[in-house]
């Protein structure tokens, strides 16, 4: 049985143990059967699902920072009276593989202000994208590198606890 069907049923078990069937319980007793799961990973064989949902997660919170930081960096050069936008494109070699976490990656640099996917080389390992306000083109790299960083952790996480081999 996989993690999310595991955790669906101790939410399913937590809701007939208390005996009211509601959204709340549903809720609570999913996050008390994540909460089993990462105690007893091996014992439960959800390692790879606690570890991909942490990873989900903490990519959403980056996600949310970064968001919030590019605005302000963006609305800051807005108001500015003279603003140095530095207009560049970068090339960006990608250690994503597969279609859906490229796209993934273009789509998240795509919502950042200041950055735009402009498309891939024909082999797929480079990306290529529009950035302004950064102050090198290392700058602009280094930026949606921290990014395809975090998506890394998502398409393939460790597991809290693995078996040994």
Known sequence: MNGFTLNLLLAVVWMLFVGEV???????????????????PRALGSGGYVGRSLAVLGFVGFFLRELTVANVHMALLALRPHPRLNPMIVA??????????????????????????????????????????????????????????RLLRVTSPQPLSEEPA
């Open 22 to 40: 509601s959204l709340r319980e549903l809720v609570i007793g999913f996050l008390l059967g994540f909460g089993i799961l990462a105690v007893f």
């Open 92 to 149: 960006v070699p990608l250690r994503l593989q597969g279609d859906a976490a490229q796209t993934l990656l273009a789509a998240v640099i795509a919502l950042m202000p200041g950055t735009v996917a402009m498309g891939f080389s024909a082999d797929r390992r480079t990306l290529y994208a529009h950035a302004i306000g950064s102050a090198t083109p290392q700058a602009a790299r280094d930026s949606i590198t921290r990014v395809e960083d």
